[in-house]
């Protein structure tokens, strides 16, 4: 663990941890008014997650690598630039546990944010983005980070690995010009349309233009 990683969980608390607080943090959030969610999934679901993940992982992986080994040989370096294996970001599929309920996704838009859409007071345009979670690894091929996706339980028992995925969210302007947070979504699933369809269809029932 890097001096870096330590101090996030020193800051964040253990990941393997803070998921079992996910239901309860939820039900606080709805008590207070927000809008909160988590969704789960089943083995079969989960070990398909962390294939997808894997491969996409291990190709960012070597487009890293080979944009390395470019940009060593302009500046006329003979140092060998080592390429990804595969087997490296094989997923440890014994982690996965035949009943387990594991977790996929979490949802947060804030109150003010539901009630100003409601009553017109923002702006009729908003803007979505995704970005990937890399606070415990990245994709360098200098540190291909073996079995890189998590396969938290949210019922039995921890497991040794860190969440990655996908953060999604959705802004627009207050009558200020200042940004006002819609929708949150943490996923673990890579950028695709799949994702985008579950962000979507959680911001349609109450985000109405």
């Known amino acids: 663990m890097t001096v870096l990683e330590k101090v996030k969980e020193h800051v964040n608390g253990d990941p393997d941890h803070n998921i079992k607080l996910l239901p309860s943090l939820v039900q606080a959030l709805l008590d207070c008014g927000h809008y909160a969610a988590v969704t789960t999934i089943n083995p079969e679901e989960m070990r398909a997650i962390m294939t997808a993940n894997a491969q996409s992982n291990y190709d960012l992986a070597v487009k890293a690598a080979k944009k390395l080994a470019e ?50 007071m923002l702006l009729n345009v908003s803007t979505m983005d995704a970005g990937h979670d890399k606070s415990r690894g990245d994709c360098k091929c200098t540190n291909p980070n073996p079995n890189p996706r998590p396969t938290f339980d949210v019922n039995i028992q921890p497991t040794p690995f860190p969440s990655d995925g996908t953060f999604y969210a959705s802004y627009t302007y207050d009558s200020n010009s200042q940004l006002v947070l819609l929708l949150a979504m943490h996923c673990l699933y890579n950028e695709s349309i799949r994702a985008w369809k579950m962000f979507c269809s959680r911001a349609s029932p109450y985000l109405q233009f």
């Open 71 to 120: 940009a060593q040989a302009k500046k006329g370096s003979e140092e060998p630039v080592a390429m990804p294996v595969r087997a490296d970001f094989e997923p440890n599929y014994a982690k996965l546990e035949e009943d387990g309920e594991y977790f996929e996704a979490w949802f947060f838009a804030p109150s003010p944010s539901i009630r100003q859409m409601r009553r017109g």
